[in-house]
Each structure stands twice: as C-alpha cells, then as structure tokens.
C-alpha cells in the first residue's frame, strides 16, 4: 500500500472488527459455515469414488436395468421406485398437512390449536423404525383391506389394478407409511408459514367480503408460496431418503418393475435396498454397488430439488 | 336507568332495548349510515359507550380523537370486521339504508361490499399485479361484474392514480410507492362499487405530496358515496370533512362521543370545553 492511499483513505473494515471477542466470533461462526459445505463435499467425493468402478464395470445398464443377480446389477426399478413411493406419499401427506395447519392457523380456538400443535410435534419425534414396527404389525393387515376396497371399486382406474390378489408390501401401503412420516414435517412448516400472512392483508380480504376459502386461494396462499413449496421439499427428502419404515412394509422386487400398479404386492425403493442388501453383501464388490445405489439416490434427490426450485420460481407469475 | 344498570345489562336485553327505540323512521336519501346507541367489547372491556351519529348521504366525515378513544374500534363495526375479533361484543345498532346491519338475516359479505374499507398501511397484495388487485374484490367475494376493463380504468381514474400505472397494470403491486399503493387500495375498494368507504387514517404513513393527493381523491368520491374518516390531522378534517365527531375516553373509562357537529362549527366554536383544548391541541 503507498503512502498516498493510507493519507486518502482510512481501512474502515479492520477498524469496524477490530473488537477481539468479535473477531473469535466471526471466524468460529464462518468454521462453522464452511464445515457443512466439507461434509456435504466429502460424501460426494467418497461415494463418487466408489460409483467409477462399478460404473467401468456395468456400464449405463446400472441405471436402466431392473436386476441384481451376479454378475448384472441394475437399479432402474429400485431408483423409480423411490420416487414412486415419494409421489404417493406426497399426494396424500400435502393436502393432509395443508387442511390441518388451516385449522390449526384459522379456525381453532388458540387452547386447540396450542394442543394440537404439540401432539404434531409428537409425532414427528416417533423413531422411525416404531413407525415401520406399527406398520407391520397394524397398518399392513389394515391396509390390505382399504386396497381391497379400492380395488373392487376403482379397479377400473389403471393405478388400482390388482391381478396377483396379494395386497401386501405395496407401494400403496409404503406410500402411506412415508405420508404418516412426512404430515409432521409439512405440517410444522405450512402452519409456520400461513401463521405469518400479514395480518393487515387478512383485513384487506375480509373487508372485501371473502370467504375462508377465497382468503386463501388469493391470499395465504399466493403470500406463502415459496414457504409452503420449502415444506413439501423437506418433507419430500424425508420421504425419499427413508430407509427403515419402509423396510418393514414393502417388498423388494426387481423385475418386473412396478410402474403403476400401487396396490400391487412389490416395489422398489434404493434406501430400502441398501439396508437390506448391506448386512449379506457377498463381499467388497456388492457393498460398492450398494455405495453407488446410494450415490445415485443422492443425485436424485439433488435433482428433485433442484427441479422443485424451478417449478418455484416458474410459478412466480402474478396473479393479473 | 343509571349507568351502572345500564353497564350491567347484558347484550341481549340490549338488543330488546334498542327494538323498542328504533321506532324512529329514518328519511331515506338523507342519512346513509347511522349508529344507535352503540357500545362495543373486547372480552370483558368496553371500549366505546352510548355513540350515535349520523351520516348523510354523500358527505365527508371526520372522526377524531386522541389514541386509544375507540375511532378505529368504532369504525371496524360499521361493516361487521369487529365481529371478527375473538371476543369482540356489541350493543346497540348500526343502521345502514334504514336497516340493521347486524340483524340476523344480513349476509356480512354484503354488507363488506357495500361499505368498503381502506386502512391506516397501504395493504394491496403483494403476490397480485396492479390491475389484479383493483378486480381482488370480486375474486375475494364472488361478487360477479362485467367490463373489468372498464372498471378497472374508472376506479383507477377516481383514485387518482390512472396516468401513474395505465401503462404498466401488469406490474407487481408491490412496485408502487406507498402513496401510490394507498391509492391502488382505494381503487381496490371502489371496484365492488360501495355505497359508503370507511378509511381509518388513510395518510397517517404517507408524505404530505401523497396526502394531498388522497384529499384531492376524497373530495371527488364525496359526489358519489359517503365517506367516514378517522383523522388525527386536525387541518386534514377541516380541508375535507362536511362533519366532525370528536371522540374521547377519560381515565380508562369505555370512549364516548364528546362532540358532533358541522366541521366548521367543532372547530370554530366549540360546546365542550374538551374539544376546544383537543383541536387548538392542548392535549392528544
């Protein structure tokens, strides 16, 4: 630095850390930052490095090929069954959490909705693997007759299809049991949400005559949209990442892969696969392709996101 | 009756009360609006006692008073938004056209739509564009209304706000400064073609050259609908206001009208000797 810009100029930025207690602060919270950033990159890179050999050795038909007799290995079902389950839990778990927290938000005396916030919170502090016990044990044989009612009435609709007469370990019933887990999640989140729409834009609705409904179709809604999207996500991830409850209620098939029969005994899921397959790998060849099942699972879920942030801000347009 | 009874009474005997005084018939085409005897709650605490006033058709006027006398409170019961307050209770009546607004078989949704609103923050919505928020009553009360296009121009036009935003009604609302918002706001309230606008402080967060220009808007909309103000600008009621009511509440007590009268009349010889030190501005 030359003597000119010290006479010009004054270094504001060290002067304005220059309080030691602050610097200390500063750097450990920046540590902090950067360590999640070096977990996040050393997963990648660990399991990427176990993803190259297996991909030398089976090629692209890893991921378009159902199979897992040596020596072919595919996860196609495995891969679209993870999403599978994920859609079928979202399209029950989202309306379920959206209507619960507009009641809790909107229409619950405070003492109900303070309770019934707990219990929500409750139910999302169940271990997963209680949730996959009370699955097997009550929600499979309850399950099996729900779908055998779907399937006698709505068996005209190709997704309630059922030709085996086997209703359970379905993705109907693994759907539902991420659902359970997800309606916690969502829930928190949307309720948070709604529970801040202004409350000067609720009186611009009410004083030009809207219903609960309209209110929040053109206003609680549209206000937290961003928010309620960031909701489903989180809850998105829960559902495609779990691994234990779903153990328990879903049969692992591999061919044929289950595209559309979700009342149909069999599916697909790649956490599901991995905890199933780890405990009998037939040595250290099977547990890398488990590792790069694994890798390919966390693609997806980074593409899930990244797609969700797209539809986000797509959906942006005013509303004219 | 004394007070204290009448304190005591509960809200039903209230009601029966008021049957029997409403025989008074009411000239149509000459009192728009009117508030009998009227008293209001939160929970246990009244906040307002025994107000009555009139409103003519097609005249401004001012409501003013020091904080926490009630006005605001006063003004969310003309078009039924203080029922929406948990807790919230009322005695008396507010006659609207010759009728009872809170009689059983009045849809409150009408009574929103005929009596709009505009509050002391502008609060159009922010996911909406301009031309969106001016037609967001209809969508918000399923009020059914051709030529949007039309109203869209001729509330936008009488909210003063027209030149500003015709060339840019798809933007977001929120582009707007907070004067123009306000105005957006007033547009909003006239598309579902109210009878009587109730503005709470509409300029309290506006810069002077804003709140001369929503004046400019009251004093045009005044040949059309009636207008109930709440003010605490004093030279603000005398630039606009046909009448004034100065509200007041003593020591914690319930507030109550104080003074009503002819703008000119409450500010340049005052009855009371509260509302002459109110509006010189001893106190406030």
Redesign the interface.
């Known amino acids: 630095m030359s003597s000119t810009d010290t006479e010009s100029f004054r270094d504001l930025q060290s002067a304005a850390t220059s309080h030691r207690g602050d610097r200390i602060f500063n750097r450990t919270i920046t540590l902090a930052a950067f360590t999640a950033l070096i977990v996040l990159a050393g997963i990648t890179v660990f399991l990427g490095l176990q993803t190259i050999p297996v991909l030398q050795t089976q090629g692209l038909s890893f991921l378009t090929t159902s199979i897992w007799v040596a020596p072919d290995y595919g996860i196609w079902g495995m891969l679209y069954g993870s999403v599978l389950l994920a859609v079928i839990a979202l399209v029950i778990a989202v309306p379920v959490s959206l209507l619960l927290s507009v009641f809790m938000v909107f229409l619950a005396?405070k003492g109900v909705s303070k309770v019934l916030t707990n219990l929500v919170d409750l139910m999302a502090a169940i271990p997963s693997v209680i949730i996959g016990l009370w699955a097997f044990y009550i929600l499979d044989p309850v399950s099996q007759e729900w779908q055998q009612l779907l399937n006698q009435y709505l068996g005209w609709i190709p997704i309630f299809k059922n030709t085996s007469g086997n209703f359970s370990g379905t993705p109907f019933t693994a759907g539902f049991v991420l659902a359970v887990m997800m309606i916690p999640i969502v829930t928190s989140v949307t309720r948070e949400v709604l529970g801040r729409t202004?409350p000067?834009?609720i009186?611009?609705?009410?004083?030009?005559?809207?219903?609960l409904w309209?209110?929040l179709r053109?206003?609680a809604l549209?206000?937290g949209?961003g928010g309620l999207v960031g909701g489903v996500m989180l809850g998105l991830g829960r559902a495609l990442g779990e691994t234990i409850a779903v153990f328990f209620v879903l049969k692992i098939v591999f061919e044929p892969v289950n595209y559309y029969d979700i009342i149909e005994s069999g599916g697909g899921s790649i956490a599901t696969l991995i905890v199933s397959k780890f405990g009998e790998a037939a040595g250290p060849y099977e547990v890398k392709l488990l590792l790069a099942a694994g890798f390919f699972l966390f693609m997806m879920t980074l593409l899930v996101n990244v797609i969700a942030n797209l539809i986000v801000n797509r959906t942006g347009r005013?509303?004219? | 009756m004394s007070a204290a009874e009448f304190d005591e009474m509960s809200v039903e005997s209230m009601d029966e009360l008021e049957t029997s005084l409403a025989a008074e018939p009411v000239t149509p085409g000459t009192v728009e609006m009117e508030a009998r005897d009227l008293s209001v709650w939160f929970g246990a605490r009244k906040v307002l006692e025994g107000v009555n006033i009139r409103f003519p058709k097609n005249t401004v006027t001012a409501l003013i008073g020091p904080s926490g006398c009630g006005k605001s409170t006063f003004i969310r019961t003309l078009?039924r938004?203080h029922e929406?307050i948990?807790g919230a209770k009322l005695a008396g009546s507010v006659m609207y056209e010759g009728k009872d607004i809170y009689a059983p078989e009045v849809d409150?949704?009408?009574i929103?739509?005929n009596i709009?609103?505009v509050?002391q923050?502008p609060?159009?919505?922010?996911?909406?564009?301009i031309?969106?928020n001016v037609l967001?009553?209809m969508?918000?009360?399923?009020?059914k209304r051709p030529n949007h296009d039309q109203i869209v121009e001729e509330t936008l036009t009488a909210a003063g706000l027209w030149n500003e935003v015709k060339d840019r009604l798809?933007a977001?609302a929120g582009d707007l400064s907070g004067g123009q918002q306000q105005r957006l706001?007033i547009a909003?309230?006239l598309a579902?073609n109210p009878h009587v606008l109730l503005m709470d402080e509409p300029a309290s967060a506006l810069d002077p050259g804003s709140t001369l220009k929503i004046e400019e808007t009251i004093r045009e909309l005044r040949k059309d609908i009636t207008i109930i103000i709440v003010t605490h600008n004093m030279q603000q009621a005398v630039r606009i206001a046909d009448n004034t009511a100065f509200f007041l509440s003593l020591d914690g007590n319930p507030g109550r009208v104080i003074e009503q009268g002819p703008t000119t009349e409450i500010f340049g010889n005052p009855q009371d000797q509260r509302t002459l030190d109110y509006v010189n501005g001893r106190f406030g």
Request: charged share 15%; net charge positive.
């Open positions: 005396p202004p000067e834009l009186n611009a609705a009410e004083a030009l005559g809207c219903s309209t209110m053109y206003v549209p206000y949209r005013l509303q004219k | 078009n938004l929406l948990p409150p949704v009408h929103r739509l709009g609103m509050f923050k609060n159009p919505f922010p996911s909406m564009t031309r969106g967001s009553g969508k918000l009360s399923g009020m798809n977001p706001v909003r309230s579902v």
